[in-house]
């Protein structure tokens, strides 16, 4: 380019290295020559200016003489000129690009110093751009936030002229506080952040952002915030049918956005900011706005913004706001004020918020009358009398009579305190509707939002706890004697709703009242709650269970959905935050799943999700009921990962029936493995080369998520799918494995598929039992033992519902250690389960060296009767099983005639043997991969 312009410059010639003082006398030579900006030469200087901001970078690393000869000239003089020859749109918006390129890249404070002298940058600052244009508008914000970030006790002097009284930097981004572009108002306060962060130690910059900008720039950011709460609350009485969501999304987000803002102007802690701050939180938004609309009529002019609007934001606010002397003022007027703190005096902060739409910008006429508002609303509310003689915190159950709660449950001490309340209890009409809303009875649409609010409040790190416990509201990890009764009453009431078959409780709203009131009556590790709350918190539990019955089925679906919400409940438990960021918990409660709103958050819609929601019902208040008692969980999971086998496990397999196959992964992989199945899970296994008979597990799935099927051009193989379980129901399930196994023979291929397929469908029955159990419902004869029901509480592992490989996983020098792993139960030859010995025969078992009857034996029975096989005798005879049960086998006429099954079981023990003494197995017996 400098060689078509080669007429415009003239003089010396041009340098060969870019970086270099040399070249930047070039551009300079450029500058001069070009001072007026035409058509010809604007791309010139354009490409000008971006070289000399390159030649400053490296300069600012390699050589201090640049800046020198660039302070020398004065060269930003010559910035300054093209920009004020109104030069055009290109020429603006590349020297604003390139300027921001220059403040970024620079890291050296003298380097800084040398571009922030001479007041250029201010000039710059303040120069009149085309901010229609998006694109100046965009580099302008961005170049103004880059020099914010470069603020410091230092750098602070050539922003802020003490003598003229003004601050350029600051004053220029807080005109564009509401600009409609929001990444825009993201830049303004990320500028205002560190302004206000760097003033902290420079008096007269101090001075100046209090008395002139604090009260103008603070009241209109709380009318902008007022304004755009009014608006997301017409998006919510005019989106009944969710049309619009994602413009309330928009909304809220926004709204988050400010709250965050507002919070980290207050972390800062600068006393007067945080003051007058405050004030304007309070008197201007949160009481007349917030606060206010929760006991106003709905058919009443002077309500802005509906309940469950204002109930959620506030919930957002105790969330999100720590600062003490805000939220504690805050919280006292909910919990504790009355329709006092609106007074005359405040009546006209009520006026502001009617006023919001129209620009309240001319409230400052008020300030006066308002003055000290916020801390004294707080406070003053404290005092008085109660106007009627009722006591929110002594309502009883409906369930129970007056008389017979008076006479089981008050003691004299409990009379005494509560006739100490009643002179400085006094009337609290916010508390009231809050607590008010808890009623369930139609559906949870407020309650969900009360429930969010008084979390929000008992989690607040900046609420006085004398407050909470003063009203017995819930406090996590805080001791306490007594709980509020009327909010353990409503608690109760949502769940014993939320367990009817016709309820209208959502599983959040749920969740969230099993969580406070495991607050409110868990004091330390003891239990605080009322022999008459716990009755009724247990008839709630008899309910849920009675209405999981009524979707209780044998088919396979029931037992995938009864695992899979319990693993989504344990692994996802509910996260308020996250539930308060979500708009659409502020439209009606819905039921069809093409909102596409997360199923806690809505109705269960068809069967299915009437079924999953019954189940989840039931998971939540069986725990609770169990927490309230202090008794553990032995029934849930149905399968618990530290009792399964595991890869790497090493395994005594002398008395197991395996089956040598060549497995063959998606990706081309071979590896020779034996094939082992238990009550539970098939396993993958190869020798252990330290001991004879013993394997090592190299892959273990469960069988319940085991597809089976042939391959079309081998009758020796198999393909095997085995699915990873997922917490979420809609997720596509990922195979944890997927290959095909080849056997030896079309004979082995058959006795594997049906020792696989019957495996799947035992292990399927046996937890489809447990559940039945778990519901009182009954279980077929036999069967409670080999479920680990009805075992006394002293039984040894062996005797527990679940399995336990620990004997099999001791070293090798260990006695017991012999014991074997696996015994055929099935119909099918080779069918491997867990042998749990008896508690009469403690002694060690038949060692490896010496196999055992049960070796020649095909030891087939019926897997639900499988604890039926007992230990050894304790002498150590060769009698591994006292009874065995016989069956009639059920497989092909032509395997019959083909295959004599106990010489096929004696082959594969003798290679299992070889391949773990590393030595080839006979030919004449058959080849075995």
């Known amino acids: 380019m400098f060689g078509r312009s080669r007429s415009w410059v003239g003089g010396p010639g041009k340098p060969k290295n870019i970086h270099s003082l040399d070249h930047l006398k070039y551009m300079y030579h450029v500058l001069t020559k070009n001072t007026t900006v035409t058509e010809h030469n604007r791309n010139l200087l354009v490409e000008t200016i971006r070289s000399i901001t390159e030649i400053l970078i490296w300069g600012d690393q390699n050589d201090s003489s640049v800046f020198d000869f660039f302070l020398e000239k004065n060269m930003f003089a010559f910035f300054l000129n093209i920009l004020r020859q109104k030069s055009g749109r290109y020429v603006c918006v590349q020297l604003l690009q390139t300027l921001n390129i220059l403040f970024e890249n620079i890291s050296h404070e003298t380097s800084l110093y040398y571009l922030l002298s001479n007041n250029h940058v201010n000039s710059i600052i303040v120069h009149k751009f085309d901010f229609s244009d998006e694109e100046i508008m965009a580099y302008y914000i961005s170049f103004l936030k880059t020099l914010s970030l470069k603020l410091n006790n230092h750098t602070v002097h050539f922003f802020y002229n003490e003598h003229t009284n003004d601050f350029a930097l600051y004053t220029e981004a807080i005109k564009f506080f509401n600009h409609p572009e929001s990444m825009v108002r993201i830049a303004v306060r990320t500028i205002t952040l560190n302004v206000y962060k760097g003033e902290l130690d420079n008096q007269h910059m101090l001075h100046y952002i209090r008395d002139k900008t604090a009260v103008p720039y603070f009241s209109n950011l709380v009318w902008f915030i007022g304004s755009h709460v009014i608006e997301l609350d017409k998006c919510v009485q005019t ?102 703190v609106f007074t005359p005096q405040t009546k006209y902060t009520v006026r502001v918020a009617g006023g919001l739409e129209e620009g309240g910008r001319e409230r400052e006429k008020g300030k006066g009358t308002e003055g000290g508002g916020g801390g004294g609303g707080g406070g003053g509310s404290s005092k008085g009398s109660r106007a009627s003689g009722e006591t929110i915190e002594m309502v009883v159950m409906e369930k129970c009579k007056v008389s017979e709660l008076t006479e089981q449950n008050i003691t004299d001490e409990e009379k005494t305190a509560a006739a100490t309340r009643t002179h400085t209890q006094r009337s609290r009409p916010f508390l009231d509707m809050v607590y008010s809303a808890l009623d369930c009875n139609e559906d949870d649409y407020h309650a969900l939002f009360v429930l969010c609010l008084l979390y929000a409040v008992s989690h607040s790190k900046g609420i006085n706890r004398d407050l909470l416990e003063r009203l017995q509201l819930p406090v996590p990890d805080q001791e306490k004697s007594c709980y509020s009764l009327v909010l353990v009453e409503r608690l109760i009431r949502a769940m014993s709703h939320a367990a009817q078959p016709d309820g209208k409780v959502r599983l959040a709203t749920l969740e969230l009242s099993c969580l406070l009131l495991k607050q409110s009556v868990l004091s330390g590790s003891r239990c605080i709650i009322k022999d008459v709350h716990l009755a009724c918190l247990e008839g709630a539990r008899e309910e849920s269970l009675h209405l999981l019955r009524r979707f209780y089925k044998g088919e396979e679906i029931f037992l995938d959905m009864f695992e899979d919400e319990y693993r989504s409940m344990t692994s996802k438990p509910l996260n308020v935050e996250y539930l308060m960021m979500d708009a659409s918990v502020l439209l009606p409660p819905t039921g069809t799943p093409l909102t596409g709103i997360d199923f806690v958050k809505r109705l269960p819609c068809g069967d299915v999700e009437k079924t999953r929601r019954a189940i989840r019902v039931f998971f939540m208040l069986r725990s609770l009921s169990l927490q309230l008692q202090g008794e553990p969980e032995t029934q849930l999971p149905l399968t618990r990962p530290e009792d399964l086998i595991k890869t790497d496990d090493v395994l ?95 004979i082995r291929c058959i006795i594997a598929k049906q020792r696989l397929a019957k495996g799947r469908i035992q292990a399927r029955r046996m937890k489809m039992q447990r559940i039945a159990a778990l519901l009182d419902l009954p279980v077929q004869p036999g069967a409670s033992e080999v479920l680990g029901f009805g075992q006394p509480a002293n039984a040894s592992p062996s005797a527990l519902p679940f399995r336990f490989y620990e004997q099999s996983r001791r070293a090798p020098n260990d006695p017991t250690a012999s014991r074997p792993v696996f015994a055929s139960v099935d119909k099918v030859p080779g069918f491997a389960v867990a042998h749990c010995a008896s508690q009469h025969s403690p002694s060690p078992l038949s060692s490896p060296s010496t196999p055992s009857s049960g070796s020649g034996s095909t030891g087939r029975c019926d897997s639900v009767t499988a604890s039926t096989v007992s230990a050894q005798s304790p002498t150590g005879s060769a009698h591994t099983h006292t009874q065995t049960h016989r069956h009639t086998q059920h497989i092909p ?35 075995w991969w």
């Open 652 to 746: 005594d397999l002398n008395n197991s029936d395996l089956i040598a196959c060549m497995v063959v992964s998606k990706d081309g992989g071979q590896a020779q493995r034996f094939l082992a199945v238990d009550v539970y899970q098939m396993s993958l296994v190869e020798p252990e080369t330290k001991r004879l008979g013993w394997g090592v597990v190299k892959f273990a799935g469960l069988l319940q998520d085991m597809q089976v099927s042939g391959v079309e051009d081998d009758s020796r193989a198999l393909n095997i799918v085995i699915h990873k379980p997922s917490s979420n129901p809609h997720a596509k399930p990922l195979p944890i494995l997927q290959a095909n196994f080849i056997f030896a023979d079309h």
């Open 239 to 340: 989106d009944e049918e969710h049309r619009n969501r994602g413009k309330l999304s928009d909304l809220v987000a926004e709204h988050l956005d400010h709250l965050h803002y507002l919070n980290d102007i207050l972390i800062i802690n600068c006393e007067f900011l945080n003051d007058v701050l405050t004030d304007h939180l309070l008197n201007r938004l949160f009481l007349p706005l917030y606060v206010y609309s929760l006991v106003i009529p709905e058919t009443s002019e002077e309500r802005k913004i509906n309940a469950q609007v204002s109930l959620y934001l506030l919930s957002q606010v105790f969330l999100i706001i720590h600062y003490q002397p805000l939220v504690n003022s805050l919280a006292e007027v909910i919990l504790n004020g009355d329709l006092s």
């Open 893 to 927: 006429s032509d395997v019959e005639r083909s295959l004599n099954y106990r010489a096929d079981r004696s082959r594969e023990r003798k290679q299992f043997v070889a391949a773990s003494l590393d030595k080839e197995p006979n030919p004449r017996r058959g080849r």
